[in-house]
């Protein structure tokens, strides 16, 4: 986030934000399984053994079971074929008590990930990746079921810091499909006006500095450095 030089920066407490929550989750979650006797249940796929891999979905999982949610773990070996990672998707997809299924990519080289992500049911679409649901965060008036969760979670934190984002100046660094895309269409539906900043932008660093708000999304860490802003 951006702040003009004669002011001082503050420091969101992102683990704190993210304590409350995950708090907010929990009760949802007790509340609903006392309402209708059941629980929400999240299926994770994983295929190989990336150690990054593994490690953001170990968090997942032990997030699930911190407010609740019942996760269906699914671990894949690296050869596994695209036919039978798609035929545990079909699986995913009709099982009763898995409402959301969550494919954890990158995905090896010998699977399509257009394809298979394109297979997740849109209603159990929980990551928002699935084209339909990106389609609809593109469209103008169109709602899709599902946002992908770190750019909800940037603009979350947002929000929750008490940031404006209507008629803001947001400058978004890096184009993923996972993360700069979404977040600047998110930005977009929020009102702001939102510049993208990529690998062959000109100057980037001065379209960074008239912004209001800048979200680093390029993979990179410290990329953004505050002499910049
Ligand atoms: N099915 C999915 N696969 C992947 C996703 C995803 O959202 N769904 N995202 C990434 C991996 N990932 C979560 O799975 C993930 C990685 C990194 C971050 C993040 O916010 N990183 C911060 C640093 C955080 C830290 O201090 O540790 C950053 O880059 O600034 C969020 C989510 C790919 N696969």
């Known amino acids: ?76 070996p690296e050869q596994v074929s695209e036919a039978e990672l798609i035929s545990k998707v079909h699986e995913l997809n009709v099982m009763p008590d898995v409402h959301g299924i969550l494919v954890q990519l990158p995905l090896p080289k010998h699977i399509n990930e257009e394809k298979v992500l394109g297979e ?23 709602d899709p079921l599902f946002l992908p969760c770190t750019p909800k979670g940037c603009l979350e934190l947002l929000k929750r810091s008490g940031v404006t984002i209507k008629g803001k100046r947001a400058v978004v660094v890096g184009r993923s499909n996972i993360v700069g895309l979404p977040v600047s269409l998110l930005l977009l539906k929020a009102d702001a006006t939102v510049t993208i900043v990529h690998s062959h932008t000109t100057d980037p660093e001065s379209i960074v ?21």
């Open 120 to 142: 997740i049911s849109l209603e159990k679409d929980v990551d928002g990746f699935h084209p339909l649901n990106i389609g609809k965060l593109a469209m103008k008036g169109r």
């Open 1 to 76: 986030m951006a702040a003009p030089s004669d002011q001082k920066a503050t420091i969101i407490d992102g683990k704190a934000v993210a304590q409350t929550i995950r708090s907010e989750i929990a009760e949802e979650v007790r509340l609903l399984s006392e309402k209708y006797g059941k629980v929400p249940g999240l299926a994770v796929v994983i295929v190989g053994g990336r150690k990054d891999s593994q490690s953001y979905v170990s968090m997942k999982r032990k997030a699930c079971a911190e407010v609740g949610i019942k996760s269906f773990d699914i671990d894949l």
């Open 209 to 229: 500095r008239e912004a209001d708000i800048v979200i680093a999304a390029a993979g990179q860490a410290m990329m953004v450095t505050m002499g910049i802003l």
